[in-house]
């Protein structure tokens, strides 16, 4: 079984639909991570968390610390929304990453 | 904010020579580099922690014969595949932390034919 879980694997929504992402993981962890990969493979920091709600535009990244679970949401989904989102968990000073899930938003 | 750039963005080599891939921090000094693995649909893997002035520690599996890691400054990491073989075909991404945040490099695709 792998640290770090994430659900759906892939994902497809209509524009303007609200989406969540899921990361629940198994290991003592410092901070989690959401990041963005975009199909080029540049990836982009959206959010470092350790505890609570964190909102920045349309996304937003809760953390439960007890149940070691984190969602990501996006709120009036865009198609250029679309990239694979990865969650990674800080442990031990090392990053766990999940697989990803991959998103496609379609107009 | 920070930034990390990593050059080249897309290299193809013939099987047998070596190829280098560069990590800077832009606007920050960096003690510590990470240089992951990705495999098509696949998660990160981290191959190696580089360490300014120090050996570079690797992730077990990981040939440090064959990916060479040089940390010569606080800004600048460089990885390189040596006889690269077409199985080394992958994408390769650097990251360095500044505090406890992670920024990443845009990402290296290396093709040997």
């Known amino acids: 079984k792998n640290e770090v879980e994430q659900s759906p694997q892939n994902l497809t929504a209509q524009e303007g639909e609200f989406i969540t992402i899921n990361c629940s993981y198994s290991v003592g962890i410092s901070a989690l991570h959401w990041l963005q990969q975009h199909p080029g493979g540049g990836i982009v920091s959206l959010f470092m968390?350790?505890?609570g709600k964190k909102k920045h535009g349309r996304l937003i990244a809760t953390i439960n610390i007890q149940e070691k679970h984190s969602s990501l949401h996006i709120t009036a989904s865009h198609p250029r929304d679309s990239a694979v989102y990865i969650c990674a968990v800080d442990n031990t000073d090392k990053l766990i990453f999940g697989t990803g899930t991959r998103l496609q938003v379609f107009p | 904010g920070a930034v990390v750039s990593q050059h080249p963005s897309r290299v193809i080599c013939k099987s047998g020579t070596s190829v280098k891939i560069e990590c800077r921090s832009l606007d920050f000094q960096a003690t510590t580099m990470f240089w992951y693995r990705q495999f098509p649909k696949q998660s990160l893997m981290l191959m190696a922690t580089s360490n300014e002035g120090s050996k570079a520690t690797y992730e077990q599996g990981v040939e440090k014969d064959k990916f060479l890691i040089n940390h010569a400054s606080l800004t600048l990491s460089t990885l390189t595949v040596t006889s690269a073989h077409p199985e080394d075909s992958s994408f390769y991404i650097c990251?360095?932390?500044?505090?406890?945040?992670?920024?990443f490099g845009q990402g290296t695709r290396l093709t040997v034919v």
């Open positions: 968390l350790s505890s």
């Open positions: 990251s360095a932390r500044r505090n406890t945040e992670a920024f």
